[in-house]
């Protein structure tokens, strides 16, 4: 804005200028009068010496009359152009001024208008490095916060490696328990069929031992059968106790032999036949009642053949009560 008054303030300057011309020139032009050469008037005095011909005297003095008429109107036209001339160049030297005070007007509006635009500016100024400072601030945050992210990150890098380590460890503890289960599974095929092959061995002479026994039996009977009413129930009740304790004993065994499987899980049980042999012997195993699992049964039939010799009752009515076959539950 201030550019813009600046650049009027030439021509306005030249307006006035010329306004103040044309007034001097009209107060110069008001005092002029029309004035007779002193030797013109010296001619009139002398042709009214002469006395020159009336008529022309008084036809020179209308003529002077009209003249003077005509100057005197011609006068009043320039003067009342003057005036007019006058008037229009106060009008225009008011409009000037009216103009000029406009403009400084505009000129203290511009400058109050920019002092309130520099006012605003300090403020924006003022307000944009505070939100520099806060944005600094906030900056340094969040480096911090991503310090604290990358510490995190590290520290879960760290925290995966070892998980992954202890999964590899345990991959390979599960793979060499599964070699050494195959192992085992192996080496009690071998020894299933190696007690296959003495089983069948002894068979025989098991029949043998049976036929004896058979008639030992009998004739044990037979000389037991009067004593049997006298002490039977007695004789029962230590029968079962004894058979409680030594089927206690045979389960613990068991459970010191056995290999717990993966599928196994709390509360799993199954029924187990075991047929005894001489001193304990276990001639076979198998589970009569399962537990729904079959590898959990097959590890607890394993169990049992590891066990063998079993703990043998040393009361032979309880190995004779039992007739060779004891069942049994195996809860571990």
């Known amino acids: 804005m201030f550019k813009k008054l600046g650049d009027n303030l030439r021509p306005l300057s030249f307006a006035i200028l010329v306004h103040l011309a044309l007034i001097a020139l009209l107060v110069v032009g008001l005092d002029w009068k029309p004035k007779l050469a002193p030797q013109a008037a010296g001619k009139v005095n002398a042709v009214q010496a002469t006395m020159v011909d009336e008529a022309k005297v008084q036809a020179e003095m209308r003529r002077k009359k009209d003249e003077d008429l005509r100057k005197k109107q011609q006068e009043q036209e320039r003067q009342k152009k003057l005036d007019e001339q006058v008037e229009k160049a106060q009008q225009a030297r008011k409009e000037e001024e009216q103009r000029l005070t406009d403009l400084e007007s505009q000129r203290k509006k511009a400058a109050e208008e920019t002092a309130k635009q520099q006012q605003t500016e300090v403020a924006r100024l003022e307000q944009l490095k505070k939100d520099q400072q806060a944005e600094a601030t906030h900056l340094e945050q969040l480096k911090a916060e991503q310090q604290a992210e ?38 009690l095929a071998e020894a299933e069929t190696q007690r296959k092959i003495e089983a069948d061995k002894k068979q025989k002479a098991d029949d043998e031992a049976r036929k004896r026994r058979e008639s030992e039996d009998q004739l044990k009977k037979q000389i037991d059968a009067e004593l049997a009413a006298e002490d039977a129930e007695a004789r029962e009740q230590a029968v079962q106790s004894e058979l409680a304790r030594y089927t206690a004993l045979i389960k613990q065994k068991v459970t010191r032999n056995w290999l717990r499987p ?71």
């Open 150 to 187: 990358a510490a995190r990150l590290e520290q879960t890098k760290q925290e995966h490696a070892a998980a992954e380590q202890k999964r590899q460890t345990e991959e390979k503890r599960i793979a060499e328990l599964k070699e050494n289960q195959a192992a085992e599974e192996k080496r």
């Open 262 to 332: 993966a599928s196994a899980r709390p509360g799993m049980s199954c029924t187990v036949r075991v047929t005894l042999g001489p001193e304990g012997r276990v001639i076979d195993a198998k589970v009569i009642e399962s537990s729904g699992d079959d590898v959990y049964d097959r590890s607890v039939e394993r169990a049992v053949l590891r066990a063998s010799p079993l703990p043998f009752p040393p009361d032979p009515a309880v190995f004779e009560y039992l007739k060779g076959e004891l069942d049994f539950v195996f809860t571990p």
